[in-house]
């Protein structure tokens, strides 16, 4: 069964510092690789979607990296702000269009 | 642009009542999602619209869940009749296609009591 896990489950930080969180994936072939930040009680909003023979996406402070040949993904958040506090979610679109959703990190953000 | 639109925000029920939620997606997307997300959780594919045509309903619970997308616009989700378990945010997402990025709404809490 194709899976996507991400770590750690949750995760605390102060304020300024840098953070990078893992995806770890079966999924085989694949078409591309989503990041989503879902913040408490709003739907999920996209960070970066990444094919297959793409390595790293920026979208400002986020940056995202992909190793198709060990199945890894990190999102790297530099320079933290409390506004980043959020859920992080990676997704994996199979060839067939479905996507396999993680369980996210939950990032917190201290002052 | 206005986003996806979803209503209603909140909805608490007794079980065995009936529930709707209703969709509206962004103008122009083909592809339209409705997701169920427990606490703690990412989303879970409840049924996948090209247009009007449901193309994944593989994880619709079809003995009390049901969808319909008129038009191949609006949709709108119904649970009768609502358990206990059915408790969960349900989230509308739409996209230009099966390959595009996706745009939530809010979604729509339900409380099953």
């Known amino acids: 069964k194709n899976q996507v896990e991400q770590s750690p489950q949750s995760l605390i930080i102060l304020e300024g510092k840098n953070c990078t969180l893992q995806c770890n994936y079966t999924v085989s072939p694949f078409s591309n690789l989503r990041w989503y930040k879902q913040d408490t009680g709003r739907g999920p909003v996209s960070l970066t979607i990444m094919t297959f023979s793409e390595n790293t996406k920026s979208n400002g402070r986020y940056t995202a990296t992909l190793d198709a040949d060990t199945k890894q993904s990190s999102l790297h958040i530099t320079a933290s702000q409390l506004s980043d506090s959020a859920s992080y979610i990676c997704v994996v679109s199979e060839i067939n269009y479905q996507l396999i959703w993680g369980a996210g990190t939950k990032l917190i953000i201290k002052p | 642009e206005a986003g996806v639109v979803q209503s209603p925000r909140y909805k608490i029920i007794e079980k065995k009542q009936p529930v709707a939620f209703w969709c509206n997606p962004i103008s122009g997307h083909n592809t339209l999602y409705w997701y169920r997300q427990n606490l703690g959780q990412g989303p879970e594919l409840l049924i996948r619209?090209?247009?009007?045509?449901?193309?994944?309903d593989s994880q619709l619970p079809k003995d009390r869940f049901s969808a319909e997308r008129l038009k191949g616009v609006d949709s709108t989700l119904k649970i009768q009749p609502a358990e206990l378990g059915d408790s969960a945010v349900y989230l509308c997402?739409?996209?230009?296609?099966?390959?595009?990025?996706?745009?939530f709404g809010e979604g729509s809490r339900l409380t099953v009591l």
């Open positions: 619209y090209e247009n009007e045509e449901a193309v994944d």
């Open positions: 997402a739409s996209s230009w296609d099966p390959t595009g990025e996706l745009f």
